[in-house]
């Protein structure tokens, strides 16, 4: 087992992330050799440490808040999605090279495709509340599958920049616009931390939405959020935000230990026992 790979997720605090679930909940189902462990790295040892990955005894890590950037800069090479986005969430060692990714799109796409089969194919016009680091991911998934996105930003300025580094395929709006483009969009996606635990909820109406439309919230504590809840009772298709935490972490977890891993009913219902407790322990 010495030689077993090793993978992390760093962070500054990292205490709260739930991949070490993830990942050791795969290497048991899938009977591996291998670790996986939090790494809390003090900010001002990040970029050394980045630069000097290959002496980590890491085979590769996650990379969470706040050196989605900086590992993004400390990289030999970064795919294409990292590239666009400016951010780097999975690192990889290969031949003493340090790889990186960005594997939000990919966790986005993969929860939808899952959680409401050929959402993509109701229509090609989605509504995008929020203009953050994981609203980048959101949109260029988006126009990645061919739709028009209309954004919304407390903000405007912050959307402007966000519209500007994808071209025409994003329009920036005024909340004043809401109602009318809720009519002709087939998906709504709020990744802003409205409904979040201990957060205001969204207020919005969405009964001028389309029938056929499907709402999603990437914020996924509580699991369903007042958006989500919304949306149900309106009778719309609904897609929670812990399917895109399950599935980007596929795509790391296969390139440190060499098995493409399943999201399954088992993986949420653990994860989702492990968020009541921290609710327990909250209360407590
Ligand atoms: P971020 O970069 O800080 O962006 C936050 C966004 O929320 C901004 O658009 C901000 O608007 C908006 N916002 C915050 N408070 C607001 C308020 N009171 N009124 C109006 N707008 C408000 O954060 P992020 O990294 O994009 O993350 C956003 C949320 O997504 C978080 O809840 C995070 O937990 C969740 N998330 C989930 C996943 C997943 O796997 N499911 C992945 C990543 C993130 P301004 O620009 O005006 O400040």
Redesign the pocket.
């Known amino acids: 087992m010495e030689n077993a790979p090793r993978a992390a997720v760093i962070g500054w605090p990292v205490k709260h992330s739930r991949s070490p679930i993830i990942h050791r909940h795969w290497l048991k189902t899938y009977d591996l050799a291998g670790s996986y462990d939090r790494l809390a790295l003090e900010p001002e040892k990040a970029e050394a440490f980045f630069r000097s990955f290959s002496s980590s005894g890491l085979v590769g890590a996650n990379v969470t ?1 706040p050196y989605k950037e900086t590992a993004f800069s400390c990289c030999d090479e970064v795919d294409e999605t990292a590239r666009v986005l400016g951010a780097v969430n999975t690192i990889v060692l290969k031949d003493g090279r340090l790889l990186g990714s960005n594997t ?1 799109e990919f ?1 986005f796409l993969g929860s939808l495709d899952s959680g409401a089969p050929g959402w993509d194919e109701i229509g090609k016009t989605a509504i995008v509340l ?6 980048r991911a959101v949109v260029w998934a988006l126009l990645s599958r061919g739709l028009t996105v209309h954004l919304f ?3 405007r300025k ?1 959307a402007k920049v966000l519209a500007d580094r994808f071209g025409s395929g994003v329009q920036v709006h005024e909340f004043d616009d809401l109602p009318t483009i809720l009519k002709t969009v087939s998906i709504f996606v709020n ?4 409904g ?1 635990e201990g ?2 909820a969204l207020d919005v109406d969405l009964s001028p939405m389309p029938g056929s439309a499907v709402v999603t919230d ?3 504590v509580p699991l369903e959020t007042p958006l989500l809840a919304l949306a149900r009772h309106r009778g719309l298709q609904t897609v929670d ?2 399917g ?2 399950l599935h ?1 972490a596929i795509p790391g977890f296969e390139l440190w230990f060499g098995h493409r891993p399943q999201v399954t009913a088992e993986l949420r219902s653990i994860v989702l026992e492990d968020m009541a407790w921290d609710e327990k322990l909250g209360e407590a």
Request: aromatic share 8%; hydrophobic share 40%.
């Open positions: 808040i939000d966790g929020g203009a953050g680091g994981a609203a930003n407390r903000t912050r990744t802003t931390s409205f979040m957060q205001p990437i914020v996924y935000g812990l895109m935490l980007q």
